[in-house]
């Protein structure tokens, strides 16, 4: 081995020691091997669209428009129980590491178009994800505000239970 990598093993063993006695451990004792969370600040916003919440832009532009990820994030949905950035993100959507904290104009899931024919069962779309995410259309369940105007539909009981019908899906249907 060259004088080189011994030099850099020995100061990466150095920063390892002293991380564990920056993080209340004995020096000379094994340190435990901490995972790193990585934090996002998201945004969904009343039509529906997800962005970086620190975004100065947010139109269909900037916005997240892979069908896949929007699925995977959504899936992951539900509300935040942990005291991290609670209550400014009351949702998170956890991937590994990496914790999604949300915000919301008004409701994380935003219905944003009806799917299926008018003679079938039909279904809603959220999160601009197309089919990838729905819910079965309940009509007889659509509520209106009677101070705010906006419509709402049934979501999951993970993010609360109830979501936002998209003002230009409302008009249209």
Known sequence: ???YSALWRSVWKLNIGLACVFMGEK???PCKKVKSQISQLERVER???LFLDDSRMKNFTSCFKEKKFL???FTRLRLNTTDRYH???PFISPC???RNFVRCDDQPFVYTHVLGDPEHK???SYGHAGDLLTVP???DHIFVHPVSGRVYHPAPEKVGGIGLVRSQLAIET
């Open 122 to 124: 039909q279904i809603l």
């Open 137 to 139: 259309f309940q009509p």
């Open 47 to 49: 039509a529906g669209m």
């Open 87 to 89: 209550p400014d993100f």
């Open 71 to 73: 699925h995977f994030f």
């Open 27 to 29: 020096a000379g004792t």
């Open 96 to 98: 590994g590491r990496e």
């Open 1 to 3: 081995m060259d004088s």
